[in-house]
């Protein structure tokens, strides 16, 4: 090896074989905090387990949840099971040989179970609109209404009369229990004989105990307003449950496909792939597809968040749901409706609310001591003072059945994955897809982020600005002799070498190559005819042992200017030097700019050499820049990132990034919109190739943490007082229900003002 082999040089984007855009990390090892089974006997290993996914109608709250995990956790051949209640869907992986016994544990359980989908039964479920179910049928409407007319009833004749155990207040009562509240009653009679302590239980308790003391107004009040409050908080969830819905919305239903010869309208989901669709202008595209004729100019705002339409040509990508400009233009579907990135976009988000982010792991895990705490206590205030002091029974008694309906923990509980929900569709929304809420929340405590450079800071589309010879011969036959060894490649510095040859020599035919092997880190090698070529960067020329000092200088010259140099070399020697540009994205400062006023340190990691890294950082004004990375110098910077600085993310659109993406805590895809593994396996997909992305995540993610601790805040704040005033004998029954529902909706209200928040 020659003295100036003494400067190491290399890159990445003269790893000409191994440029995929999407990175395919796995994590196996990173996110064991990413629970994405709230069974915590969920064992190991599922791979033969089957799955079953269910729409349960009458699980809107935790109290609903609670009974269903206890009943089925005692079943077996029950391996797993994951619920979402925003969705109300409960996702079940079982060894049984048909799902009929989960099915009949939830109707005895009065959930009105539906099957969603089977992988026993590849006909099960079938239509997942679920929206009709939703509704609060207009009966239920009025049976609440004229218990509510009974029970206030009630209540005037028992303040006018001064008897509150009348037989006309007591009748009064006992048709509002009857009509309005005998579902609660049920529900509690369900949860006593599967020794489940939840809040139908406990409000059930807590009307016929008041029953029982003579507080018969009160009783039916309670029930009414109990009845009410479900149904207020079941229409508030749907808010939430709009929001992602809203984002399948932005499909038409319809699309003129092209068939024998004529246009026609057909449905969306009956269109086939590889079909011929036009788009008119100004309105929504129906299915993914590549364009075949037209330029239109398309708003992908939709899917990337993107605010300035996108010119497009044939060949180039369309997404569903995005919205044509002012020219029609046709297109070949790529992908069915079931599959196109809106609809993957959408299950992404919906999966993702099964992962328990930490707070809401800790609510969770709350709530599971906090009722039996509070229903002990209550026992305690019923027993002791009578007991102890000689005081009358039934005041204490009273006192206690308050406390048992404080005891509710639904406005706690459903406070964390109403806020989470919308958190992740205000971000899908904006061309940022988080893959679960643990990354939703864990964002605010990114201290570093580590920045591919090529496809990430820059274009990630060089062009060839420098073609010079080494040693003699034919320019244009070692050209096409580069450009055959570059033709393997999906690299961008492949494709820019490609694309000058084909442009500089129009219908030239490439060498056939034989024995083409990958160097990782540092190009590629092949045989074209007798000879060996190889094609690559700096590095290579240093280990090939064909590096001089002459043309040391002539590649520090070239990599000084930022450009990036790869070397065609043949029969021992350097033959052709070939110099290639990239371009900063102008969002790149902006974004870097934006990280730093975070707090958010900003390092670049580049398999480029030195100078061109030096180069980059200068033009977006970044203090640590690293060239000559491979993939382990890459993984080792990110392991020395975190043990510096804590929490690390890292951004990248290659599977050369991967090792890198899966050390870090949270992993970043550039580009991911239409690309399968980025979608699949990132942390957080960026939709398009906006760096600002990024920090919008980190402040959603400060937003959504805020919102979790005020709803906390506010329903354990609730919670505490009432409890004070129930031991002080100033709350009522009615006022502990009241309590307990406008908790539930402020709660509730404050986590949807999230769907906005970017």
């Not at 790893?15 to 990173?30: F, R, W």
């Not at 997942?128 to 004229?146: C, E, F, Q, T």
């Not at 060089?462 to 080494?470: E, F, S």
Request: glycine share 8%; with cysteine.
């Amino acid at each position: 090896m020659s003295n100036c082999c003494k400067h190491n040089h290399g890159k990445k984007v003269t790893n000409i074989h191994e440029h995929t855009h999407g990175h395919g990390h796995t994590h196996d090892h990173k996110h064991e905090h990413a629970d994405s089974s709230t069974d915590n006997t969920r064992p190991a290993g599922l791979a033969d387990a089957e799955e079953a996914v269910f729409f349960i109608q009458k699980m809107d709250c935790p109290t609903e949840e609670k009974l269903i995990r206890e009943r089925l956790a005692n079943m077996d051949g029950i391996a797993a099971m994951q619920f979402n209640l925003i969705q109300r869907e409960l996702t079940v992986q079982h060894r049984l040989p048909s799902v009929e016994p989960i099915v009949k544990t939830l109707a005895a359980l009065d959930m009105l179970p539906k099957v969603k989908s089977d992988t026993l039964d590849a006909e099960a479920g079938g239509d997942d609109d679920h929206s009709a179910s939703y509704a609060i049928p207009a009966r239920k409407w009025l049976m609440v209404g004229i218990a509510g007319v009974a029970a206030l009833a009630a209540e005037v004749v028992a303040w006018t009369s001064g008897d509150d155990g009348s037989l006309t207040v007591i009748a009064l009562a006992l048709l509002a229990i009857a009509v309005g509240g005998l579902d609660t009653l049920r529900k509690g009679w369900i949860a006593l004989r599967h020794l489940s302590l939840n809040m139908n239980f406990l409000m059930s308790l807590a009307v016929i105990g008041a029953a029982i003391i003579g507080q018969w107004p009160e009783a039916a009040v309670v029930i009414v307003l109990f009845t009410l409050a479900e149904m207020i908080e079941s229409l508030s969830l749907d808010r939430a449950r709009n929001a992602i819905a809203g984002l399948m919305a932005m499909t038409p239903d319809q699309a003129t496909v092209l068939q024998d010869g004529a246009w026609i309208g057909v449905a969306a989901k009956q269109v086939a792939l590889n079909a011929e669709v036009r788009v008119k202008p100004g309105e929504r595209v129906p299915l993914d597809g590549v364009v075949t004729a037209g330029q239109p100019a398309i708003n992908q705002a939709p899917i990337t968040g993107e605010s300035m339409p996108v010119a497009k040509q044939t060949g180039d990508q369309v997404f569903a749901g995005t919205i044509n400009g002012q020219t029609a233009f046709d297109y070949r579907v790529t992908a069915v409706q079931s599959e196109s990135t809106l609809s993957r976009i959408v299950k992404s988000v919906q999966q993702a609310q099964g992962q328990r982010a930490p707070t809401q792991r800790f609510v969770d895990q709350f709530a599971r001591y906090y009722i039996p705490a509070v229903v002990a206590v209550a026992v305690l205030v019923a027993v002791l003072p009578p007991l102890l002091f000689n005081v009358p029974f039934y005041p204490w008694l009273y006192k206690a059945l308050v406390l048992l309906v404080i005891a509710c923990p639904c406005a706690l509980v459903i406070s964390t994955p109403v806020t989470i929900v919308s958190g992740l569709a205000a971000a899908a929304r904006h061309g940022i897809l988080i893959k679960g809420g643990v990354y939703l929340e864990q964002g605010r405590r990114l201290k570093a982020l580590a920045l591919d450079k090529t496809g990430t800071i820059t274009h990630g589309k060089p062009v060839v600005t420098d073609v010079q010879l080494l040693s003699g011969g034919d320019e244009a036959s070692l050209l096409t002799q580069a450009a055959s060894l570059a033709l393997r490649s999906d690299h961008p510095v492949s494709a820019a070498i490609a694309a000058h040859w084909k442009t500089r020599q129009a219908g030239a035919i490439a060498e056939d190559v034989a024995d083409f092997a990958a160097l990782t880190g540092r190009g590629v090698q092949g045989s074209i005819g007798a000879s060996a070529f190889y094609l690559g960067n700096h590095r290579l020329v240093h280990e090939l042992d064909m590096c001089s000092p002459a043309l040391e200088e002539r590649l520090l010259a070239l990599e000084k200017q930022g450009k990036t140099t790869t070397i065609l070399c043949r029969d021992g020697k350097a033959q052709l030097l070939l110099a290639v540009a990239d371009t900063v994205r102008d969002s790149s400062r902006d974004a870097i700019a934006q990280l730093k006023q975070l707090g958010v340190g900003v390092t670049m990691l580049t398999g480029d050499n030195a100078h061109t890294a030096r180069a980059i950082a200068d033009i977006v004004q970044l203090d640590d820049a690293r060239g000559d990375q491979l993939p382990e110098d890459k993984l080792a910077a990110i392991g020395e990132l975190i043990a510096r600085r804590g929490y690390v993310g890292m951004v990248g659109d290659g599977i050369n990034d991967a090792p890198a993406l899966a050390r870090a805590q949270i992993g970043f895809a550039m580009g991911a919109a239409g690309t399968d593994t980025a979608l699949e396996t990132a942390d957080v997909a960026l939709m398009d190739d906006d760096l600002r992305k990024i920090p919008d995540f980190i402040r959603l993610s400060k937003k959504t943490h805020r919102v979790l601790m005020q709803n906390i805040t506010i329903a354990l704040g609730i919670k505490a007082v009432f409890l004070a005033l129930a031991l002080a004998g100033e709350s009522s029954l009615w006022m502990a229900v009241f309590a307990d529902m406008g908790a539930s909706l402020i709660v509730v209200f404050n986590g949807l003002r999230l769907v906005r928040s970017l």
